[in-house]
């Protein structure tokens, strides 16, 4: 099947070159159109064009009609009748144009007789800038010029090299952009002091120019290859000095290297003569990822550098830790005589931390004892244990890598029942966008001038998904009263914000709650019991979850109205503490359904109201136990001596409780 459409398909080729063939000659059966002086000219010169009709071959009735017509392209530039037309040509713009010439024996129909192409172009330019190079000892040589403007012509460019002992080279390009050509002749290094002469000529129909010569040398056009093979080598292991070593060909003399940290745009460069593929660096950080590149030079001042090198990317080994953790501690009490102690540390930056961290070491040592009482690694940021509350104890903490461990910090936790440091006054907190929170605060008085740093400490009061949140601090100078503290700061969260003047080993300090952007809190405490107690009503409420709470709770709002009354609900505001979840009311009457609710507040407003509960407080005749009594007589006394309907004893109301069926 392929087979018959190739046949098929070579068969139609044919007849389609016969066809082209048959209708060049008959396009030229009719008579002859001649071009002087050249079918060629250059730009702004005339050509004649002429048009002879042969014998025979004019109208077929009468030769008196004969009429020759000459188009240019399309258009009809002269007309004649007889057998002769010639017309002269100037302004054919750079290029081919193409002429026609057709008979004409009827208004209607004209035959072709013949065609010409001219074509205008320009002599080339001088060809500048000729410059040849041999990449490699054992490379060739590759000239390139500028060719100038285009002649619109057909250009030949012919590169010859002329070298000692009479010896030539000549090689020739053609077409549209010949700017280079590669003579596939090498220079060997064994004559590097010969002369050798280039040059270019470029030829057409209209003439030829050629190029300065270019003289040169082996050094001025061997350029070298990029070294390769490149590796680097720590002595002991250690940055303090790392041997960069690579190969070259055989005559460089010269090296150039450039390296820089993969974080880092800008490269460090380093001139290197007659090193033999060996540099020594003693700057390099340590635990970074560097990207190396050599190239090479074979002549001081003669020739070119190489390219660059492919890249050598590696990283140098760690160095023990420079510097120390910042530590910060929490204390909690547990009871009278012990004492929770959290420690809290920052990662190392990377300059410090010079390598992978791979533990940290805590020990906490009783001063007066003398010896270390506990010894431990974590990998973890925190560390938590419980000692007792007098005594002073000292807890130092330092960072390994596998070179080697930071300077330990040290911490001296003092007797907790000893005296304090006043603590910073008026702490406050103001709201800078989403996630800022600018905390300003005043000296501690008198203590003052003792204070040797602020440290500033947030975390998050109500961590939502309920996991530990993390303990963030900051430290100023005792001359900065505020901060602008960010790191985990949410939209819609409360902090609790704590500054500690520390001086010495003490420190004291304050706390407030903030946070950043809040709103309303989107639902209010849900009551889940209500109890009498002691003739009061006792509100028990669930805290409003995390999520909801969208800012610092200031407020909750119990509120209450009688069942089926259309008056205002009463209520009253409780100040928010953490923990709070119960609150006690004694202006509800007995025996008289109420309606109670609750709601949150932040700064920004209220929260809805959460569930409501009926509630309907017995009369406390009905209920005492012998061991209620005193209680419920006492009671009685002091709501009697009182003036207002609310202390109408609860017998005399002919209302009952639903529930109690009395
Ligand atoms: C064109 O023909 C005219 C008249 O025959 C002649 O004078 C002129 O020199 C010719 N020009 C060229 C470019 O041949
Ligand atoms: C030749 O090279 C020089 C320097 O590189 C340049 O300024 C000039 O334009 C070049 N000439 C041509 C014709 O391109
Ligand atoms: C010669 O140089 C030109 C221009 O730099 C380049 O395009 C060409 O590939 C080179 N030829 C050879 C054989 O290297
Ligand atoms: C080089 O050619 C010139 C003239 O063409 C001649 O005089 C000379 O002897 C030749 N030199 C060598 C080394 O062939
Ligand atoms: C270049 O043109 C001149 C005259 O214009 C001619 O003598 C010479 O032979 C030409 N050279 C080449 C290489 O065509
Ligand atoms: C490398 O270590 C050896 C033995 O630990 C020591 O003798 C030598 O001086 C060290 N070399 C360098 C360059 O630190
Ligand atoms: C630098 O290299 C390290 C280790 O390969 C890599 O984790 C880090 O993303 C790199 N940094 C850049 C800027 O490329
Ligand atoms: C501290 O470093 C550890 C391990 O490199 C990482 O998992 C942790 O997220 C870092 N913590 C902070 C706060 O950057
Ligand atoms: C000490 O470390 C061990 C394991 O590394 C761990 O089991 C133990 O709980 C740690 N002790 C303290 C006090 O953190
Ligand atoms: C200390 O005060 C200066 C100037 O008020 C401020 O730029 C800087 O951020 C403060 N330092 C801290 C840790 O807040
Ligand atoms: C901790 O106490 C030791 C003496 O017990 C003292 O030398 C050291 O300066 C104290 N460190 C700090 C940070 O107060």
């Known amino acids: 099947m392929a087979h018959t459409v190739g046949g098929c398909s070579l068969a139609l080729i044919f007849i389609i070159v016969l066809l082209l063939v048959k209708a060049n000659i008959d396009a030229c059966k009719r008579g002859d159109v001649t071009v002087e002086p050249s079918h060629v000219i250059s730009l702004g010169s005339a050509v004649n064009i002429s048009c002879s009709l042969k014998p025979e071959q004019g109208c077929p009735q009468y030769s008196s009609l004969n009429r020759l017509i000459l188009y240019k392209v399309n258009e009809k530039i002269n007309l004649l009748h007889g057998h002769f037309l010639s017309s002269q040509v100037t302004d054919l713009p750079l290029g081919t144009t193409v002429f026609f010439c057709k008979l004409a024996c009827s208004k209607k129909k004209e035959l072709r007789i013949c065609g010409a192409e001219i074509s205008v172009g320009v002599v080339p330019e001088q060809p500048q800038n000729l410059s040849c190079i041999q990449k490699g000892e054992r490379g060739t040589v590759n000239c390139t010029w500028d060719r100038g403007r285009d002649t619109h012509l057909y250009t030949t460019y012919t590169l010859q090299l002329n070298g000692p002992k009479n010896l030539t080279w000549q090689k020739q390009c053609n077409g549209h952009y010949c700017d280079h050509l590669d003579l596939g002749v090498n220079l060997i290094p064994e004559l590097p002091e010969s002369s050798y002469t280039a040059k270019v000529t470029a030829t057409n129909r209209l003439g030829n120019a050629s190029s300065f010569p270019s003289t040169f040398t082996f050094w001025d056009i061997v350029r070298p290859l990029p070294p390769c093979d490149i590796r680097i080598k720590c002595v002991n292991a250690s ?5 960069l070593q690579w190969s070259d060909e055989g005559l460089v ?16 460069m380093v001139s290197a003569t007659n090193v033999k593929g060996r540099h020594d660096l003693l700057d390099l950080k340590p635990f ?20 660059w090198s492919e890249s050598l990317r590696t990283q140098t080994p760690e160095e023990e830790p420079t510097g120390t953790l910042d530590v910060w501690y929490m204390k909690q009490h547990i009871d009278y005589s012990r004492q929770q102690i959290s420690l809290f540390w920052k990662n190392m930056s990377l300059s410090e931390a010079r390598g992978k961290i791979l533990h940290y ?7 007066a004892g003398g010896k270390v009482t506990l010894q431990n690694i974590t990998e973890h940021t925190s560390w938590t244990w419980v000692i007792p509350r007098t005594g002073n104890w000292v807890v130092t903490v330092s960072a390994a890598n596998s070179k080697g461990s930071s300077l330990p910090t040290r911490i001296n936790i003092t007797d907790l029942l000893g005296p304090g440091l006043p603590a910073p006054r008026q702490v406050s907190a103001n709201s800078k966008g989403v996630d800022n929170i ?8 008198k203590a003052a001038p003792a204070v040797q740093e602020y440290v500033v400490e947030w975390r998050e009061l109500h961590p939502r998904g309920g996991t530990q949140p993390p303990l963030n601090w900051l430290r100023t100078t005792p001359y900065n009263v505020s901060a602008l503290i960010s790191e985990n700061i949410k939209p819609y969260s409360c902090y609790e914000i704590s500054v500690y003047a520390l001086s010495g080993d003490q420190r004291g300090g304050s706390s407030i709650r903030a946070n950043s952007k809040h709103k309303a809190p989107l639902s209010g405490p849900h009551i889940n019991a209500i109890s009498e107690e002691k003739g009061s009503v006792l509100i028990s409420w669930n805290e409003v979850p995390a999520q909801e709470q969208m800012g610092c709770l200031l407020h909750y709002r119990i509120y209450w109205k009688e069942q089926d009354s259309n008056s205002q609900p009463q209520l009253c505001e409780i100040p928010y503490r953490v923990s709070l979840n119960s609150h006690s009311i004694d202006s ?8 109670l ?23 406390y005749l009905f209920f005492f136990r012998p ?23 609860s017998w005399r109301r002919r209302r009952s409780c639903p529930w109690t069926g009395s």
Request: hydrophobic share 30%.
């Open 597 to 619: 609710w609750m709601t949150a507040l932040t700064a920004a407003g209220e929260s809805p109201p959460g569930n409501k509960r009926e509630f309907c407080l017995e009369g």
């Open 239 to 243: 940055v303090s000095r790392c041997i």
């Open 253 to 268: 003399l010269l090296n150039r290297l450039r390296y820089r940290p993969n974080s880092s745009w800008s490269w460090k």
């Open 288 to 307: 970074t990822e560097y990207e190396f590149q050599i190239s090479s030079k074979l002549h001081l001042y003669k020739g070119s550098w190489s390219d």
């Open 361 to 367: 070491r805590v020990t906490l040592q009783e001063v």
């Open 438 to 445: 600018m905390v300003t605060w005043e000296p501690p008085g």
């Open 627 to 649: 061991s209620d009594l005193s209680g419920v007589v006492k009671k009685f006394q002091t709501q009697r001596t009182a003036p207002g309907p609310r202390n109408i004893p």
């Open 588 to 595: 509800l009457q007995p025996r008289v359904t109420y309606v």
